[in-house]
């Protein structure tokens, strides 16, 4: 019981000396050595591990209890590493812990400091882009640092102006006036937020548009080269991203390339775009598009014989069914090259209505013609054609027709079946073909017909006509010539000529 009651002395007084040392700084009642690597551990926000190593005559023991700061370990030997984990300090005010080493009475307190985390948060995008126009801008963020620094570099002053710079629940605006871009250059400027709290500076990046410059040189939108392999090109000089193409032809516009590009002082790039031509034997038609954001320039690249002679087409149905078609290359006005898919070209099949024929000579390699006449379509004339087969004509209305020539072509029937009748100015009608031997007539309204008058004359080897007009009074034809199957609605007289 006697000694029971010393160890009940010893320890009595031992924890009256502990509880008697509220300093935080060092203790050593009994000569007891501690020390450690660091008495102190500053840390940012984000916390993290920092290690203290504990060098001690004996063991020891570590006191302290935190929701926010846990050690490792909480006695040792001498040598030992204590690991403090740190968790990050969401508040917006420092964090201190005191935690103390004992080795025997020795205490030698260890100070945690865990600052907030200090941040600014961006409200507006980091990267603005802006029209070449005068304009405003804002930049909105959050931040717990009072003392934050806001700058921007001096040689964007001239067009970016900080004009006020309020507060609002918490928020923070910075407006700025931005003056209009008359250069041919895009401007930047970074507005940097920065402070000695802060791991980094949050830079907003303000961009503005330039003013638009495109132009290609030869700027005509059609380029005609002879029929020879060469290489041509185009002066290119803008501030913006251009994209060339071959739009048709590629495969004889071929090896596009662009040269090494060099910028003026004014912020305009000059480039050379060449393309390879290969050569041709006939005339043909390709073009190359190069596009940008400011107009898309379009040329139109015509590979003829320098001899070849210049199609004149007055009749813009015909011009602009053959260009659709890609049968020619409008030069100029209404002249024309005729192209290599336009010589090769069989069949005409317009479904828009025609005054005339003019133009059509010009493909002499059509086999078949199917037309709509118009009101003003008077003469249906192909002679100047040779290798027509088959011509079709599907007016539905009244026709004002008053010749046909077929020339040499080797038609050997007509027919016309659709049309309501022969109008007013159709009392002489006139067949010419060398070829024809068979013509076949019938109007959907024959007593309402305006043909009094029918000349075959020109038409040698024909022997079949027939027509159902009610107003039928003379045929002409020649002293020897014959009609065997002649078939008409009226009672006619015959005329030789």
């Known amino acids: ?59 020891w023991r570590l006191a302290g209890t935190y929701d926010w700061a846990h050690p490792s370990a909480t006695s040792g030997k001498s040598g030992d590493e204590v690991t403090f984990t740190i968790d990050p300090n969401s508040l917006d005010e420092i964090r201190t812990a005191t935690f103390k080493f004992f080795v025997g009475s020795t205490v030698v307190p260890l100070q945690v400091e865990c600052s907030p985390v200090y941040a600014v948060d961006l409200l507006t995008e980091q990267k603005i882009d802006l029209p070449r126009k005068k304009s405003d801008v804002s930049i909105k963020f959050e931040s717990n640092v009072s003392d934050l620094t806001i700058t921007y570099s001096d040689d964007s002053k001239e067009w970016l102006t900080l004009e006020k710079q309020s507060e609002f629940i918490g928020k923070t ?19 940097t937020l920065e402070s000695p709290l802060l791991d980094e500076p949050i830079v907003v ?46 495969e004889w516009i071929t090896n596009q390339t662009i040269s090494k590009q060099q910028t003026d002082d004014r912020g305009i790039t000059t480039s050379t775009l060449s393309y390879k031509l290969l050569a041709a034997s006939n005339a043909r038609v390709g073009s190359v598009r190069v596009e940008n954001s400011l107009k898309n320039a379009e040329i139109s690249i015509i590979q003829a014989d320098p001899n070849t002679p210049v199609a004149s087409i ?29 010589m090769k070209a069989t069949e005409f099949a317009c479904t828009k209505t025609v005054n005339d024929l003019n133009g059509l000579e010009y493909f002499p390699n059509l086999t078949t013609i199917q037309i709509k006449g118009s009101s003003d379509l008077e003469k249906v004339d192909i002679s100047k054609l040779h290798k027509v087969t088959s011509l079709t004509i599907t007016n539905t209305a009244t026709i004002y027709i008053k010749e046909f020539n077929f020339g040499d072509n ?88």
Request: aromatic fraction near 10%; glycine fraction near 4%.
């Open 205 to 250: 990046n303000i961009t503005q548009a330039c003013v638009p410059y495109f132009t290609i040189t030869p700027s005509e939108t059609s380029q005609k080269y002879d029929l020879s392999e060469q290489t041509i090109s185009f002066t290119v000089e803008s501030n913006l991203e251009y994209t060339p193409s071959v739009v048709s032809g590629a």
């Open 314 to 342: 007055s009749n813009w149905v015909i011009a602009e069914y053959a260009e659709t078609n890609g049968w020619l290359v409008r030069l100029a006005g209404n002249e024309y090259i005729i192209t290599e898919d336009g």
């Open 410 to 497: 080797p038609i050997t029937s007509f027919d016309l079946l659709s049309a309501r009748y022969f109008g007013s100015g159709c009392e002489d009608l006139v067949f010419i073909s060398d070829n024809l031997q068979a013509i076949n007539m019938k109007v959907q309204r024959p007593g309402s017909d305006y043909v009094e008058r029918i000349d075959l004359t020109q038409c040698p080897v024909l022997h079949t006509f027939k027509f159902n007009g009610e107003y039928v009074e003379t045929l002409y034809l020649k002293p020897d010539q014959t009609i065997p199957n002649l078939e008409l609605a009226t009672k006619y007289k015959i005329e030789r000529k």
């Open 173 to 191: 605006t910075l407006l700025f006036s931005v003056a209009e871009n008359e250069t041919y250059k895009i401007r930047s400027a970074d507005v």
């Open 1 to 59: 019981m006697n000694l029971l009651k010393r160890i009940s002395i010893v320890l009595s007084a031992t924890l009256f000396l502990w509880g008697c040392s509220d300093s935080d700084e060092p203790v050593n009642e009994m000569n007891d050595s501690l020390s450690l690597s660091t008495n102190e551990i500053k840390i940012n926000g984000l916390g993290g591990e920092v290690a203290v190593t504990v060098t001690s005559s004996d063991d």
